[in-house]
């Protein structure tokens, strides 16, 4: 049995991550680039909202003896054949992990077009994920 306690502390610490990328929605691209500051901030926030996600899958796996994932990558795919999120979101769950790890592990250039763009288009998938994982606890 997943540990709702934990589940509710990683799910408040991401709606704030949101509400905190939320509030610095409405930049253009050129201030975006052109301000260190709101780059760093906007990088940080959505990494740490990424290291929820996963941390909330890590949590359904260990807890309901799920198999084993191999990568941060692989425990979207692990919830997917359990039946906890919608297949239709997996690849984009991977292409956060990988993000995250672009930025924490600095393994090229960042670029500021593609972390703009998912400031201001794919928040919503971070919410999607969420919904899953509530409405995954509610049937426990």
Known sequence: MVDRDV????????????????????????????DKKTRRYVERTLQIAIEACLDMGWHIIADEGLPEAESNRDV????????????GIVSTLKEMASFRNLIVH???????EIVYRI????????????RMIVEHLRRQ
Request: glycine share 8%; aromatic share 12%; net charge negative.
């Open 76 to 87: 979207f795919s692990v919830l997917a054949a359990a039946g906890i999120i919608e297949p």
């Open 7 to 34: 589940m509710e502390r990683l799910l408040g610490l991401l709606e704030e991550y949101l509400n905190d990328l939320e509030s610095v929605r409405g930049i253009s691209l050129d201030f975006y680039e052109s």
């Open 119 to 130: 400031l201001t288009e794919r928040l919503g998938d971070f919410r999607d994920y969420a």
């Open 106 to 112: 600095d393994y090229g250039k960042i670029n500021d």
